[in-house]
């Protein structure tokens, strides 16, 4: 597909058939996690790819009980945890850049990859970033000093959500200085 079309054509999953996803697949998609950029190319992203039902099950606990994808986590064969390493990004040597997240933007960036990559090969993802971050680092065995970023399903649609309004370029694109128009 071109990457337009693999762009426009990503959509928020929240329900999946159970069918597996091929190994070369699911590989493919970490490749893409795995090239993204990141600061000063310290790749602070780590992922967990989760298979086994049980640890599934009790990831799905880990969301509050409104999250819209929480059933999604027990349909879907593989959910994929997104962490990161706060230390390894914003730094320059030992300086510190900045008071900013860079760490999650890296995250942000690498997951993002992932998730087209993933519409590119048919499957269905879901950004998902509220949970319960111990529960999740409880079931995971995460150590302390690493953060997770966000989660996502992994596994065929079994839904075909229509596109979600957004804005307009007009509303989002300004031209030479905040606020002007072109
Ligand atoms: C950072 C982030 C966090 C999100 N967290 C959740 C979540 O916890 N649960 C959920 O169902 N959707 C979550 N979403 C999905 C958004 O609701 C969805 O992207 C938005 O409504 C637009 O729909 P679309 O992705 O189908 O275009 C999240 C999306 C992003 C980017």
């Given at each position: 597909?071109?990457?337009?079309?693999?762009?426009?054509?990503?959509?928020?999953?929240?329900?999946?058939?159970?069918?597996?996803?091929?190994?070369?697949?699911?590989?493919?998609?970490?490749?893409?996690?795995?090239?993204?950029?990141?600061?000063?190319?310290?790749?602070?992203?780590?992922?967990?790819?989760?298979?086994?039902?049980?640890?599934?099950?009790?990831?799905?606990?880990?969301?509050?009980?409104?999250?819209?994808?929480?059933?999604?986590?027990?349909?879907?064969?593989?959910?994929?945890?997104?962490?990161?390493?706060?230390?390894?990004?914003?730094?320059?040597?030992?300086?510190?850049?900045?008071?900013?997240?860079?760490?999650?933007?890296?995250?942000?960036?690498?997951?993002?990859?992932?998730?087209?990559?993933?519409t590119n090969e048919g499957l269905g993802t879901c950004w998902v970033c509220w949970f319960s971050e111990k529960g999740v680092k409880d079931i995971l065995k995460i150590p302390e000093n690493i953060d997770v970023v966000a989660l996502t399903p992994l596994?065929?649609?079994?839904?075909?959500?229509?596109?979600?309004?957004?804005?307009?370029?007009?509303?989002?694109?300004?031209?030479?200085?905040?606020?002007?128009?072109?």
């Open positions: 597909m071109d990457i337009m079309e693999v762009i426009e054509k990503r959509r928020s999953i929240r329900k999946y058939k159970g069918d597996p996803i091929p190994e070369e697949k699911l590989n493919k998609i970490l490749e893409a996690a795995r090239i993204a950029p990141s600061w000063s190319n310290m790749q602070c992203w780590r992922y967990v790819v989760v298979k086994d039902e049980n640890t599934k099950k009790a990831l799905a606990d880990a969301l509050p009980s409104r999250n819209p994808v929480k059933k999604a986590f027990t349909q879907a064969p593989i959910i994929i945890v997104g962490c990161a390493d706060p230390e390894r990004s914003g730094y320059i040597g030992s300086q510190r850049i900045g008071d900013k997240q860079w760490h999650i933007l890296d995250l942000g960036i690498s997951m993002q990859q992932l998730v087209l990559a993933a596994g065929y649609p079994d839904e075909e959500p229509k596109a979600k309004r957004r804005k307009s370029v007009e509303e989002i694109v300004y031209y030479g200085k905040y606020g002007a128009s072109e």
